[in-house]
């Protein structure tokens, strides 16, 4: 097989975070698109709920889940990209959200500075409840009592010197017999040492909420401090004393990368002390810990309980247990990372422990332990990518080297995406994974309209911003373009030319002043094409072959001739017949181009690629061979058709397309994915029968579908959608 180098790009909708409910009903996740979605437990099964941003909001930072409805009705609390803060409420009758407003900030800094968190909590006073909000906004932590649109938000300000980092909250009572009161714990970062860090706890004394140095964590073996770390984040929950007062528990990673322990933080007011629980008993590292929240109630004398994963195991222990090792998923399939984890401790229900987290690969997990043993879920990821539009290569400004790619997605819910993966020119791709700011949201065509089918890209790469187009068939059967200019990104209707578009195939430009021209075939069976001439866009019908309809668009190619560069078509028409479409004069004419045998008939395009100057390629699937074929044709000249088999022992399933071939400029590549849905390519200036399989870095990943670009000037790529619907990005490594 070849070599290849297989870059994933992901999905925009892949898991970045988890937030849960205590009742284990609720789940909220965000994406890399940076946007919300809701996993449900309604009655039996689990469901998606697609939630997006708030009104205006390009991105969520962060969300939490609490109860305001008498109801009990859990309701998300949402912080955007400008630190303002939503409610979210999937029972409103109109309008879901509700602005609760935010922290002030310095409009002239950019939201990319802003890493906004929230957490939220809830006290019991007698019959009334409230509701604390707490969000960071530029590393300052800022506080709402209430879920009023009209309330203030108050700063909590800390040391200059010591931002925050991590939030969480967990009430609890500064002396016996009194009522709980909010304690805030954040993590501190040195600015001058961002290495070093400390817990600091806020408290609200005489209506001032005051931060308390609640004193360093537990000392190693050589009575050394441990240094607080990062890594393993911060989180809190409520606990009772066997005399049922009720104290704050929080729990963060300490000591150095690769020996990290657990220290767990208990107490109230100005009263902490530290535990130090260690760590699991094996070598690997600790990755990931969290405090399983106890919810409103907890029952006294009931120890706290730590969930850890150390390599692909989930750990807990409480604090005069030991550590448990509960295993990993089924099969070992996944390494998670526990996120939020809750304690069903009512003394009537069997001990239960219910934790939500996020995989290595980006996907929702549950899992549940109880006297029964662990049982995992796999939930997967919301919003998973549908069809390939295209892909293509962009500029940064100011320089001349990085050049990043971007791959252009629509989604299950008919919504545009484009992903950004780094690259340069002189070594290609990296070997990063997308993370999840590199994900942009372009939306529906029209708020009644989703993008149904992808027909391709084009960008002018001598110019930044690059003039770019991204077309897609809408919903309404209209050829519709996101297109990006000076100006911004713009959605632009091109309308039909009388009737509805079925498919297209990908744009090409013949004279760069004029952009992009676009071939769609439409429901009459005719080839129309979209092109402008200087700024004004028009329709051109180049009609169908005498006494024939077109099956399939093969393709569109700017083929360099005496005559200028002509836009040819290549089609497939219902005879089962290769047909070119070529200007002649004014008008366009036809040319028969034959099927390779008189028993073999064309059934399906592959691609058409410029080989020589005046010389096209052109790449179909026959029947009833089932194989591969190629056809060189220069305009004039006579049809020169070569079988190139099939991959191996597999079935062509679905066509990827043709590419340049960087190993002989007189020929193309051409990529199919076979029945064992790999993706195979031949090349069309080698052995008539030798194909080559494009192997996944991870055997078991299959391919479902994928389209031919050339990226980096003259890199050609497959960009597939595996069997998890992840984009990846297939080719042969460069440097």
Known sequence: MATVQWTRA?????????????????????????????????????????????????????????????????????VDGGAQVWLYKRQ????????????????????????????????????????????????RPWIHQGV???????????????????????????????????????????RDSPEDSQVGVALRENSVWTWIDPGGPPTDEQDEPLPT????????????????????????????????????LIGSGHDWRWVNLGRPPVPESLSAAVVADKGPDPRPGDEPLVVGRVGHTMWTRSVSGDWTDRGTTPGDVAVVDPMAAFEDTAATAQRRMWTAGVSSASELWTFASDEAGTRWEDHGSPGSVAALVGAYTDTWPDTAHDHPVRMVVIDGHGDLWSGELGAALDVGFGD????????????????????????????????????????????????????A????????????????????????????????IVHVLADDGRLWMRSRSGHEWHWSDRGTPPGQLIFAVVGAAALATAAGTPPLAVVVTGDGLVRVSAPDGAAFAWTDLGTPTPGEKIVAGIGVEVVTPGTV?????????????????????????????????????????????????????????????????????????????????????TVLEGKAVVLLGEMPCSVVIDDRRRVHVVTTPRG
């Open 10 to 78: 992901g999905s925009p909708g892949d898991v970045s975070w988890a937030r849960a409910s205590h009742e284990a009903t609720v789940v909220v996740v965000g994406t890399a698109g940076r946007h919300l979605y809701l996993r449900r437990h309604t009655g039996t099964v689990w469901q998606w709920e697609r939630v997006g941003t708030p009104p205006a909001a390009q991105v969520v930072r962060d969300a939490s889940l609490l109860a305001v409805e008498a109801s009990g009705a859990l309701t998300a609390a949402v």
């Open 92 to 139: 409103a009758a109109s309008e879901p959200w509700i602005n609760l407003g935010g922290p002030s900030r310095d409009p002239s800094l950019p939201e990319s500075l802003d890493t906004s968190q929230i957490v939220t909590s809830t006290t019991h006073h007698d019959t009334a409840t409230e509701n604390t909000l707490v969000v960071t906004s530029l590393e």
């Open 148 to 190: 009023e649109p009209d309330g203030t938000w108050f700063p909590i300000t800390p040391d200059a010197n010591l931002p925050v980092g991590q939030l969480a909250s967990a009430p609890a009572s500064v002396a016996p017999d009194t009522e709980p009161q909010q304690h805030i714990f954040a993590l501190l970062h040195d």
């Open 229 to 264: 770390g990062v890594s393993i984040g911060l989180s809190a929950t409520s606990i009772r004393d066997n005399s049922g007062t009720m104290h704050a528990c929080a729990v963060v990673g300490t000591g150095s990368f690769g020996e990290t322990t657990i220290s767990m």
């Open 432 to 483: 990063e994974v997308n993370q999840d700011w590199k994900w942009s949201f372009h939306g529906r065509p029209a708020a009644a309209v989703t993008s149904a089918a992808g027909i391709g890209v084009l960008s002018m790469n001598d110019d930044y911003p690059q003039p770019t187009w991204l077309f897609v068939v809408g919903s309404d059967g209209h050829l519709w373009a996101r297109t």
């Open 485 to 516: 200019d000076a100006a911004g990104w713009a959605w632009v209707d091109h309308g039909t030319p009388g009737t509805t578009i079925g498919s297209g195939t990908p744009p090409i430009a013949v004279n760069p002043a004029d952009g992009p």
């Open 617 to 701: 390629d052109i790449a179909a699937v026959g029947s009833p061979s089932g194989q591969v074929w190629t056809l060189r044709w220069t305009p004039g000249g006579t049809p020169q058709w070569t079988a190139r088999g099939r991959p191996g022992e597999a079935h062509i399933q679905t066509v990827v397309g043709t590419m340049p071939d960087p190993a002989n400029e007189g020929g193309c590549l051409v990529a199919v994915i076979g029945s064992d849905e790999q993706v195979w390519v031949t090349a069309t200036t080698g052995p008539d029968q030798t194909w080559s399989r494009w192997d996944p870095s991870v055997p078991a990943t």
